[in-house]
């Protein structure tokens, strides 16, 4: 291995705001399952 060039803020602050996109859409895909599977489907949000 050689020498690793460490990062800039500014590639840093990249790179948060990129995994906060996906992490904000997954967020909202398992909400949506969460409200189908207890309003339409009918299972218990115990189970």
Do not use: H, R
């Not at 990249?14 to 189908?36: K, P």
């Amino acid at each position: 291995m050689g020498i690793v060039p460490k990062l800039s803020f500014f590639e840093k602050v990249s790179f948060g705001s990129g995994d906060l996109g996906c992490t904000i859409i997954w967020n909202v895909i398992a909400m949506f399952q969460v409200i189908y599977y207890t309003d339409s489907v009918g299972i218990s949000a115990a189970a």
